[in-house]
């Protein structure tokens, strides 16, 4: 077995794009539109699907907003350099909702950051290979 996405429902899907795209580096992969259902779907990720996991954006064409709910928690993304990654987020219009910095209890560096909608982007300080 293999983890393909994570899908999100999302009130304005160019916003949710544009903000997947272009502040946190993502491609649009694909989005078909589902005139039958009256929604659109997009998936972007880092990479090409049959390699990478990826996350579905579901645009339902009459709904606006959704309540994110107590059940979801976060999606989380590995970076480099944890701190320039939140500035350059901050930078193009980002919110950052948990700055920088060691985990409670713990001491991986991570930080927050929400999209548009609200959903929580975990953002992991990758550790450095040590030889």
């Not at 779907?41 to 880092?46: D, E, I, P, S, T």
């Not at 999606?75 to 980002?94: F, M, S």
């Not at 001491?107 to 992991?124: C, H, M, Q, R, S």
Request: proline share 3%.
């Amino acid at each position: 077995m293999k983890m393909l996405h994570t899908m999100i429902r999302v009130g304005n899907l160019d916003e949710s794009i544009n903000f997947y795209c272009d502040v946190l580096g993502m491609k649009l992969l694909r989005k078909k539109d589902y005139p039958g259902g009256k929604f659109t779907l997009a998936f972007v990720g880092y990479g090409d699907e049959k390699d990478n996991t990826v996350i579905e954006l579901t645009h339902n064409w009459d709904t606006d907003s959704y309540d994110l709910g107590n059940g979801f928690g976060h999606v989380a993304l590995g970076v480099d350099d944890i701190y320039g990654t939140c500035e350059k987020i901050r930078e193009l219009g980002g919110k950052i909702s948990r700055e920088p910095g060691p985990m409670k209890h713990g001491t991986t560096v991570i930080a927050f950051v929400e999209d548009p909608n609200g959903y929580k982007i975990e953002l992991i300080q990758m550790k450095k290979d040590t030889v």
